[in-house]
């Protein structure tokens, strides 16, 4: 389980990114993703404790929790691995091969990204229907990770670091 | 006519007189009598409106907000040090040949002066060059001038149109501005630019191809939020104009200038492009320039 809890934290890491992105129009901006970084991920963790919280006091069984997470592991790895590969070519210093990177990878990986999530969950639920508490739960998991970022940009608050850091300035 | 020839909702939404630059009115239903798009359509609807009329407030705020979105294009694609490189080259041409004089460049088009923003920031050139951003658009001007104002960055920002300005200009440079004109307006745009006697100018637009629609829509409908920066963002890259169209343009309109293609395509795989850009540096200037900038560059056969 400590795997997709480390998988889940990357991901409000990336959406932390991605909520910020596009909305600071400075020039030099890096204090500010890294703030809106930590933001996402203290917002992400929050959510998770109390995530763990409702499933000790709704006493779920950690132990199909933890087989449904087993399950989920190949899809999610796998997918999480394809987006940490393709910052080998990102890494290349020449821009035609980033901005190529961006369109081609990037892009398609990011729509594709709810998809993965909604699989991986219907995947490894699907020989738990039965267990309604823990399906239940799992599933309250993955509408947080889907939902994670239409939080954030309700939140605004990058939209708002964003106005704050040209004022300040 | 091809099937991506139709306009961007920001052609629609905004227009002014191309003499004066004076701000036209924009009734609703005309715009929505030349959008041949539902997406389009629905974005002109959701702007508030005066008599009919679309509120210019509202549209300048939400240019301005597309603007800010549509920057990320030129923050990923690493635009900024890709014009710093090409300008770097042109102007060490122009010293090359005894141009001594500290030299204007104009950004036409400038939007809220990314460009221009990020080369002063990174202290391209400087005390070499003076930076100019131009846009009909005060209030992209005005963000562009806070901007400027909140980084301490020595650009100037005006209101104005960049061929009729009462300042000599020794080089112009765009991004993303050449496929709004469409046609005859092309090859006016490079006639009005060589009215101006420029030294040198280079103009950047995403690279046409095949591939540029699909890649485009991955690009914007992954990235951007508000509509307008996603389809504006979309159509303006598959609208982009082809090499040979750009180069005949700049042909017809530029004769003092020797020609060059920035970036071209490379036929087997169009994908390995984003953006190309087309070149004009003065004649004695341009054997140096080619010399100097180590990317790949076509000398365009008048």
Not at chain 2, 35 to 44: D, G, K, Q
């Amino acid at each position: 389980m400590i795997h997709l809890y480390l998988l889940a934290t990357l991901l409000t890491g990336f959406i932390g990114f991605r909520d910020a992105a596009g909305r600071n129009t400075k020039i030099r901006k890096r204090r500010y993703y890294v703030e809106c970084l930590l933001r996402a991920l203290g917002l992400g963790q929050a959510v998770l404790c109390v995530l763990m919280f409702l499933a000790i006091i709704c006493r779920i069984d950690l132990d199909v929790i933890q087989l449904i997470a087993e399950r989920s592991l190949p899809i999610y790895l796998s997918y999480t691995g394809l987006v940490l590969c393709t910052f080998i070519p990102y890494a290349i210093p020449n821009w035609e091969i980033k901005s190529v990177v961006t369109v081609l990878v990037f892009g398609p990986l990011t729509l594709l990204q709810p998809v993965v999530i909604i699989a991986g969950a219907g995947y490894s639920i699907y020989p738990y229907w039965d267990r309604v508490l823990e399906v239940f739960f799992v599933l309250l998991g993955t509408l947080f990770c889907l939902c994670f970022e239409y939080i954030l940009d309700k939140l605004q608050w990058s939209y708002r670091a964003a106005s704050l850091s040209k004022a300040e300035e | 006519m091809s099937k991506w020839e139709r306009p961007e909702i920001s052609d629609l939404i905004l227009q002014y007189e191309p003499d004066t630059g004076h701000r036209i009115p924009v009734l609703q239903q005309d715009a929505l009598e030349q959008c041949r798009s539902s997406y389009a359509r629905s974005v002109i609807r959701s702007i508030p409106l005066q008599d009919g009329h679309l509120c210019p407030e509202a549209v300048d705020q939400l240019l301005v907000t597309a603007h800010g979105e549509l920057q990320r294009l030129w923050e990923e694609f690493f635009h900024g040090p890709r014009v710093a490189k090409v300008l770097t080259a042109l102007v060490g041409s122009l010293r090359g040949i005894g141009v001594e004089r500290s030299l204007r460049v104009v950004d036409i088009g400038c939007g809220s002066g990314y460009l221009l923003r990020w080369l002063s920031a990174h202290g391209v050139l400087e005390g070499d060059v003076s930076w100019v951003g131009v846009d009909f658009n005060r209030a992209l001007i005005e963000q562009a001038r806070a901007l400027a104002e909140t980084e301490q960055l020595s650009v100037t920002f005006k209101v104005a149109n960049a061929f009729k300005l009462e300042e000599p200009v020794d080089i112009f440079v765009s991004s993303g501005v050449m496929h709004h004109f469409r046609g005859a307006a092309l090859e006016r745009f490079f006639e009005a630019q060589a009215a101006c006697e420029p030294l040198a100018f280079a103009h950047f637009d995403p690279q046409s191809s095949w591939a540029t629609p699909l890649g485009s829509f991955l690009f914007h409908f992954s990235r951007m939020r508000t509509p307008l920066a996603r389809y504006d963002g979309w159509l303006s890259a598959a609208r982009a104009h082809s090499g040979v169209v750009l180069e005949q343009a700049a042909r017809s309109g530029c004769a003092e200038l020797s020609l060059l293609r920035y970036h071209p395509p490379i036929s087997w795989f169009p994908l390995a492009r984003t953006l190309t850009g087309i070149i004009g540096v003065k004649a004695s200037a341009a054997e140096l320039f080619y010399l100097q900038l180590d990317e790949p560059l076509r000398k365009v056969e008048r």
